[in-house]
């Protein structure tokens, strides 16, 4: 055995440092370590300011192997300027300790965030994917990859930025030499891609991957898998697909859904190939509160416009600050007119009606996909998944009519289909409200109003609906008595359109108010 695998095999305690000096740093209190290092918070002495001081383990340090790979990743990362990576300061040894000298965030990291809240609504998760794909967008143009992606090294700050930490395992993707041993895969587990799980050689994709299962665990408010090990969890990362998030967060905008599951493609090449598509995608995405912040008119940004984009102080940045500060998920909305501008209250009501679609680009949209002729996709999840992106009304009424209920299913494969039914017919009454056919808009809404007890988020959805179709209309009494019904089903609603419902008994409010001055003159 080498004097090299001895010093790995029998690490010892490192001592504590704080409130010792190093150079220009000093030390102030030990915040925590991981598999390379032990961070501290120091104080910058000549340019008066705290940062985050890693310092590589003994142990470690005494292999010359780990200390050029400590070096060479710190100055990969100390390559990547921009406003969503965390910024380093300085590599260097002082007395013969090793050190990375790091911007230090103040506030918690997404691990922390979940932990106490559970899963975020789309347009929190949606301001924080923008700004981690921005990072790695920056990271990829300079050919660098993190290789560790998860919740632990997103930082949210108390004002509301999101920055991607730990690029301590990144590596040149061009790099001549890989410091990595054989074999070795170095991301956590319940993150890792299909490509780190076989020790295969990786790309930014696979980031993008990793990038992927943690929106999904935003969402989900848990990973993908688990498993008793690590072998395990890396085996469903090889096999299985994951729960569908539509199924889970019925109330998600189903285009969120397909830019989450697309990430997690099983082959690379499946994936978004660039982490500049993803922020096309999530730019697109038509949620509340969020267009007022991209930049309009352009399909992709260069560097300069994305630094720009994370480093603003952005609407949609000024909201996620506000639930950073708070500790809380809702993000507040914007509610100004609201009866007087349905598109908002179809939005609302809708929890991602899509109003912009028809304006908006396509990009993942082929123009094959737009023959009249709708296509067999192999299933009714496919099939859904395909009316998504098309967004027609032969597409949504496909999903029913191409796989049907029959007794040929049995009870699992049947209750699948009616599922996805049901989100076709949701999606349709949105298709039908957008191009003002309230009527055909108002059949669904009272065939799922009708069904069975147990469809009780269905039944909600549809007696929300046929009350928002009866406000546009002007009908008072018929919209009171179906805000009267669904009262008792507001727990089964999603927050958008428990804000609907709030709103419409306030507009019914504001109706009563008015007839009753009506009469008293």
């Not at 990072?135 to 998860?150: M, S």
């Amino acid at each position: 055995m080498s004097n090299s695998q001895s010093s790995r095999a029998q690490p010892t305690a490192d001592p504590d440092l704080s409130g010792r000096r190093l150079g220009d740093y000093q030390l102030l209190r030990r915040l925590g370590r991981g598999g390379m290092a032990v961070v501290y918070l120091a104080e910058q002495l000549a340019l008066n300011r705290q940062v985050a001081f890693k310092v590589l383990k003994g142990h470690l340090a005494k292999d010359e192997s780990y200390v050029r790979r400590f070096v060479n990743e710190a100055r990969s990362a100390a390559s990547l300027v921009h406003g969503s990576i965390v910024q380093i300061h300085e590599v260097g040894c002082v007395e013969g300790i090793h050190f990375i000298a790091q911007e230090y965030v103040k506030g918690q990291n997404l691990k922390q965030f979940l932990e106490r809240n559970g899963a975020v609504d789309a347009a929190m998760a949606v301001n924080i994917m923008r700004q981690v794909a921005a990072a790695l967008h920056k990271a990829g143009e300079q050919g660098v990859i993190h290789r560790d992606i998860k919740p632990e090294n997103i930082m949210l700050s108390a004002n509301g930025e999101v920055k991607v930490a730990d690029f301590g395992l990144a590596r040149a993707i061009d790099g001549d030499v890989d410091l990595t041993q054989v074999g070795m895969t170095m991301g956590t587990p319940l993150y890792m891609s299909p490509e780190q799980c076989e020790g295969r050689t990786v790309d930014q994709r696979s980031d993008i991957y990793s990038f992927g299962v943690t929106s999904y665990h935003m969402l989900a408010g848990h990973p993908p898998f688990d498993g008793d090990s690590p072998i395990s969890v890396a085996v469903q990362h090889l096999k299985k697909e994951p729960q569908r998030l539509e199924e889970l967060r019925p109330d998600l905008p189903i285009g969120l859904c397909c830019i989450v599951h697309n990430l997690m493609a099983k082959d690379p090449s499946d994936r978004f190939q660039h982490a500049a598509e993803i922020l096309h995608e999530l730019r697109a995405l038509p949620l509340e509160g969020l267009e007022e912040g991209w930049p309009s008119g352009m399909d992709y940004w260069d560097s300069t416009e994305l630094a720009t984009l994370t480093g603003s102080r952005l609407e949609a940045t000024q909201k996620l600050a506000a639930v950073m500060k708070t500790e809380a998920i809702h993000v507040q909305r914007n509610r100004k007119n609201w009866p007087w501008v349905v598109a908002t209250i179809a939005i609302a009501l809708m929890c991602g009606v899509l109003l912009a679609w028809a304006t908006r680009p396509k990009p993942l949209l082929s123009e094959s996909l737009q023959k009249p002729a709708v296509p067999n996709k192999g299933s009714a999840q496919e099939q859904y998944r395909y009316a998504t992106w098309v967004q027609t009304e032969d597409a949504w009424k496909s999903v029913e009519t191409l796989f049907p209920l029959n007794d040929e299913l049995n009870s699992e494969q049947r209750s699948q289909r009616q599922l996805y039914h049901r989100l076709s017919k949701q999606r349709l009454a949105e298709f039908y409200l957008k191009n003002g056919n309230d009527d055909a808009a108002m059949s669904i809404f009272a065939e799922l109003a009708e069904l069975e007890e147990t469809a009780v988020k269905f039944r909600a959805f549809g007696i929300a609906g046929q009350a928002f179709v009866y406000w546009r209309r002007e009908e008072w009494d018929l919209m009171s008595q179906k805000l009267n019904e669904v009262y008792e089903y507001r727990s089964e609603l999603n927050q958008n359109m428990r804000n609907l419902v709030d709103r419409l008994n306030s507009q019914r409010g504001q109706q009563r108010d008015s007839r009753s001055d009506r009469s008293n003159r």
